[in-house]
């Protein structure tokens, strides 16, 4: 996992989007936040900067300080939202995929179309706080990725 500057946010590896609209969670990812216990994970706008979206569960936000998000938006807790249609909530968009045990999230047209990815878009995974972490879709991060000299994963 390497570290594209001094003091600067780990990435886990590149993740492409494949025709299927599947795309493959880093490995390392997948262990340091335990993102397939729950079967499905939580997704939410990334900034206006990296694009992309965040990536966490049920288990991890519902023990944060974010979870007044689950306690406010129940559709989304109790997964009564179909398959990646968003919500909003404090201006952010939020929605959910199933994950299969080895990281794999199907995403929908519809969610590529609300997250302006398109097939074979390369997504960056970082990693963002012990709640959430990061696929990044563009900006000043993913700009250092095509300059890094060191061997970065392609999933």
């Known amino acids: 996992m390497p570290q594209l500057n001094k003091g600067g946010k780990y990435v886990f590896g590149l993740s492409e989007i494949k025709n299927d609209y599947t795309i493959q969670i880093p490995e390392q990812a997948i262990i340091e936040y335990n993102i397939v216990m729950d079967k499905k994970i ?8 990296t694009g992309g979206f965040c990536a966490t569960n049920n288990t991890l936000l519902s023990h944060s300080k974010l979870k007044h998000i689950l306690d406010d938006c129940s559709a989304l807790a109790s997964y009564k939202l179909d398959t990646g249609e968003f919500i909003r909530y404090k201006g952010r968009g939020y929605s959910w995929f199933p994950i299969s045990p080895l990281g794999i999230v ?3 047209e519809n969610a590529m179309n609300y997250l302006d990815l398109t097939i074979g878009d390369r997504l960056m995974c970082i990693r963002s706080s012990d709640i959430a972490f990061t696929m990044g879709a563009r900006g000043p991060l993913m700009d250092k990725v095509y300059k890094y000299k060191g061997e970065i994963d392609l999933y």
């Open 42 to 49: 939580i997704v939410f706008t990334g900034t206006e900067i």
């Open 106 to 108: 199907h995403l929908t």
